[in-house]
């Protein structure tokens, strides 16, 4: 550890002492604690004689995993593609729709609650009608599914972020006789930024469920949610839980790149 | 040759409703070009009301504001001020370089020129190193220091400042009222000056305006001659004097005082 002193620091002692986190040390603990879970899994299901179709042991699963990860890959990436696909346009609307609604205070003030009514809505429950509205080969409908369930958290995270505006902000940009737009780019959104990235977190791992679980209801049939009841149905259950772990890993590639996008566009939040 | 002039200004609150607030009445104030001139009084006397008239963030009831010759809202148009408030409100998301910035590039001005006159506004309010650390980065202090570099930045001939060290400790406070007048004195800059604080109101003013509430107006106008300030100047019986004599004015309000506990 260095004990080299902070420059801000040195130069005024009232400056806030920046919190430095050890990058290294802080994925031990978790990674060890699902290390040891696995083991434990293992122990369960080998000393308790659990049958597999109850819950097949991991060495099962890595084992189907690694003979079908070319699939798994293959199918990943179609369910990858519709989930991504999906989580940029539903949250580029959803962004706008926000701009729009915050533009105009009767229309945020109205429009929080209804967005938040059909949030709670089971919208992937839309899946087999929009399936029935595409041809069966057609990507479509699982991405519109993806594009509407990441709709509202972008939404309505954005527009409560867009409509709070520091007062004093508002003040110094009336005294420079700025308006609309201007305040728009620069106060409106930059402050929205924060709250925008917790909906695209949200979003991020939503869009890759509903990318997956939409393929339960049929349509075109190349992601790892068809894989996954395709082998659930054949009972090659270490075979469904390997695909169940794709998704895993997906929804997880997602999170992080959300993570990383959003220490990239606010470097100040780092400091 | 005057920077303000306010007459027959009046303001009231929510006209017409339950909750009217007559917030200023009868108020006429003029301020000289390069004069220091604070506010004071108690709560709710109209004190920030009265700096945001001459700011034209909210408008008067009746009567006239001028600044810098103009209306002002041509003034505010035409950035004829700069301002500050008790919480710096600098934009956390722009390096403090680029929130000094913030004004010249609304004025549209060049990049080489935002960025130099950026500069000497930071070395005016001994920054210069921090150009490219963020807000968060640095103390409550330093951030003030930047919000008045900031308020600067146009080389605006009047500045308004709405409590600016109220949330500063005591030593903070005292070195930035040092440095505030040195770049007032260099500048030429006039300013309008909020306080709660009656030695603040005496050390850096020409003149101090003595406020009362309900309805809030001006009761007196005390004029505060201490010549250049120096170490000294905070221990000079004139500063005292000063104090004292804002002091009674503050108490002097109509308002009925208790009765004096004097035996008949």
Known sequence: MTTAVDPVVAADPAAPVVARRRHGSAFVPPLLVGVVGLLLWEAVVTLGRVAPYVLPAPSAIGEQLWQSRE??????????????????????????????????????????????????????????????????????PRRLVVAIVVFFPVFVNALR??????????????????????????????????????????????????????????????????????????????????????????????YLAALLLERLVMPWRRV | MTSVVLEGVSKVFNAGRADEVTALTGVDLTVARGEFV???????????????????????????????????????????????????????????????????????????????RAREMLD???????????????????????????????????????EPFGALDEMTRERLQDELLRICASTGTSTIFVTHSIPEAVYLSDRVVVMSARPGRITEVVPVDLGPRTEATRQSPGFFA??????????????????PLVAP
Request: glycine fraction near 10%; proline fraction near 5%.
């Open chain 1, 161 to 254: 972020g867009l409509r709070e505006v520091d007062p004093i902000h508002r003040d110094l940009m009336a005294s420079y006789a700025a308006r609309g737009w201007t305040v728009t780019r620069l106060v409106r959104l930059p402050a929205a930024l924060p709250f925008v990235f917790t909906g695209l977190r949200q979003a991020s791992s939503l869009a890759v469920i509903a990318a997956v679980v939409a393929e339960y209801f049929g349509g075109l049939q190349n992601g790892l949610g068809s894989r996954i009841t395709s082998a659930a149905a054949n009972t090659a259950y270490p075979r469904a839980w390997a695909f169940v772990v794709g998704a895993c890993v997906l929804g997880l590639v997602f």
């Open chain 2, 242 to 259: 000063g104090i004292t004599k804002v002091r009674k004015a503050l108490r002097g309000d109509p308002v009925p005082a208790a009765e």
């Open chain 1, 71 to 140: 699939v798994v890959w293959r199918t990943g990436l179609a369910s990858g593609g519709n989930a991504l696909i999906g989580l940029l346009v539903g949250a580029a609307v959803g962004l706008l729709a926000a701009m729009v609604a915050a533009r105009f205070a009767y229309l945020g003030e109205v429009s929080i609650p209804v967005a938040a009514a059909l949030n709670a809505l089971p919208i992937i429950a839309l899946a087999p009608i929009l399936n029935n509205m595409f041809d069966s080969t057609s990507s479509v």
């Open chain 2, 38 to 116: 604070s506010l004071i009084g108690p709560s709710g006397c109209g004190k920030s009301t009265l700096l945001r008239l001459v700011g034209d963030l909210i408008q008067p009831t009746s009567g006239a504001i001028t600044v810098a010759g103009k209306s002002a809202r041509t003034a505010r148009v035409d950035q004829e001020y700069g301002i500050a408030f008790q919480q710096a409100g600098l934009f956390d998301w722009r390096t403090v370089q680029r929130n000094v910035e913030l004004p010249l590039e609304l004025r549209g001005s060049p990049r080489q020129e935002r960025h130099d």
């Open chain 2, 124 to 162: 005016l309010v001994g920054l210069a190193e921090f150009a490219g650390h963020y807000p968060a980065q640095l103390s409550g202090g330093m951030q003030q220091r930047v919000a008045i570099a900031r308020a600067l930045a146009v080389h605006p001939p009047l500045l308004l400042m709405d």
